[in-house]
């Protein structure tokens, strides 16, 4: 699902990390440290995942031989980055790896949310599965908890399986302090510019306008139409976050009874 450019071998002449993170398109990831991709019990499981396991970790820390044949290179550069994003979702849960996801997050390097009443609240990379091609990264807001796609297309082919479903909800869990209210402006980070600002009402109003006319060309009821309606459900380690849990029952509990009232009136409206 990644997006891949392939280097010759001059470009890993400081680490193959370095020139990892610092590739067009990687820049929602952070740096493992090497002593953890060294120590194999953070590891366990990988080698059922990756191809060439020994040889891509070979590549991921520069132990691989230079004798290699250029088209075996190339596949190993793809098991390597696999490698490498899988470690990554494993390390930015760990107290270390949260600790520098929150630097990115405090810079807003992940973008800001479109939603006008977000206020340009700064957003985390989630997945929707930690099984890796199957979904592309999302990007989660904790103001309005919902989850939207990376305007890149470059950030939108990053496997969501490098980020996992846990980690923006683990980060609040263990900064409580960073859960942003509902209402109000943003507390840190750079403040957007006011043409950011306008560019996203405009977007949300586009947005908004072509919701509404794909809706009027849709057959069925609007109750109908609100039983459709998706939403995202925060998890840590597949468990759902208690408070958002209790929350969301309740919402939920209140839209069941909103759709009952509005299948009443449009019986009505039929006899």
């Known amino acids: 699902m990644e997006e891949v450019s392939t280097g010759s071998g001059s470009d890993y002449s400081n680490s193959w990390i370095s020139w990892f993170l610092s590739s067009k398109g990687n820049e929602y990831f952070c740096e493992v440290e090497e002593d953890y991709i060294l120590d194999r019990f953070n590891l366990t499981g990988l080698n059922t995942e990756v191809q060439h396991y020994a040889q891509a ?81 999302k990007l989660y807001c904790g103001r309005c908890e919902d989850i939207y796609s990376p305007k890149s297309s470059r950030h939108g082919s990053i496997d969501g399986a490098y980020f996992g479903t846990s980690f923006p909800h683990l980060l609040f869990l263990v900064y409580p302090n960073l859960i942003p209210p509902k209402s109000g402006p943003v507390e840190f980070g750079l403040n957007p510019r006011a043409s950011d600002l306008e560019g996203s009402r405009r ?29 995202y459900r925060p998890r840590i380690f597949g468990f759902q976050v208690n408070e958002v849990a209790k929350l969301q029952r309740w919402q939920e509990a209140v839209r069941d009874k909103q759709i009952s009232r509005l299948e009443e009136l449009e019986a009505n409206g039929a006899m």
């Open 57 to 137: 970790l070979d590549m991921i820390t520069d132990n691989l031989d230079e004798e290699i044949q250029d088209d075996l290179r190339g596949n190993l550069d793809l098991q390597a980055r696999l490698l490498y994003g899988l470690i990554h979702a494993r390390w930015i849960v760990t107290a270390r790896g949260l600790a520098k996801m929150l630097e990115k997050y405090k810079r807003a390097d992940f973008g800001r949310c479109p939603r006008v009443l977000c206020q340009s609240q700064p957003l985390l990379p989630v997945g929707l599965t930690d099984v890796p091609y199957e979904k592309s990264v």
């Open 203 to 231: 977007r949300r109003v586009r947005e908004e306008q072509e919701a509404q006319a794909e809706s009027v060309g849709e057959a069925g009821s609007t109750a109908a139409v609100a039983l459709k309606a998706d939403r």
